[in-house]
């Protein structure tokens, strides 16, 4: 359902990551390793197409593709539920339990801006539900989160990928997930070429 092969990922100018290739099939769930720094993020934000890859293929469709990262995509201005119907009419998809999943019920007509940073978080990842997509890429998805959520949090994992779907993620933290597989994206690590990324970058060059 998703192959990557040969994928380089660039940091700014910079190469930071060569060779990165993996197959999942439709349940699996991948975990990504390393310290910081390795390329963890950028790995994924390549993936979702926010960052170009000089090199290497990705067999899955960007439609497939639902992102979340380190900011919640919040408005602030809305409520709980005027956030959820934004993002339904974005993604033309309106499931009706997305509250309830995310423990956001009691929350629905609350501004976003007067949420605490684990409720913006859960806000954030309803999103994910709400995109209808099958394949969450998900960067520190369980930050803020405290110990109840982050065991609900994996439960909404699971039953994401029982249905079928698939989760890429990067996380310090264990996920209880039985399918879950390791990456660890250092061993994939670019050796840096000095005199190339001088010629690509005007700041190493001197052209301010």
């Not at 975990?31 to 290497?56: D, E, V, W």
């Not at 698939?166 to 996920?175: G, Q």
């Amino acid at each position: 359902m998703m192959t990557v092969t040969d994928l380089d990922c660039l940091r700014g100018q910079r190469r930071v990551l060569s060779g990165v290739s993996f197959s999942l099939d439709a349940g699996d769930c991948l975990i990504l390793r390393g310290p910081n720094g390795a390329g963890k993020t950028t790995l994924l934000r390549t993936l979702a197409g926010l960052s170009p890859a000089p090199r290497g293929t990705m067999s899955t469709a960007p439609e497939d593709l639902v992102y979340t990262g380190h900011l919640d995509a919040v408005k602030p201005q809305l409520t709980v539920s005027e956030n959820l119907t934004f993002w339904q009419g974005i993604y033309q998809n309106a499931p009706q339990d997305t509250l309830t999943r995310f423990d956001l019920d009691d929350l629905s007509e609350r501004p976003a801006a007067t949420l605490s940073a684990g409720q913006k978080r859960r806000l954030g990842l309803a999103r994910l539900h709400v995109s209808g997509r099958k394949i969450w890429l998900l960067d520190e998805p369980t930050t803020a989160l405290d110990t109840a959520h982050v065991a609900r949090f994996t439960e909404i994992l699971q039953t994401h990928c029982d249905s079928g779907g698939i989760a890429i993620i990067s996380t310090h933290l264990d996920i209880a997930l039985p399918q879950a597989r390791s990456l660890n994206v250092a061993d994939f690590a670019a050796l840096r070429d000095a005199q190339t990324e001088s010629e690509a970058d005007p700041f190493l060059q001197g052209s301010y």
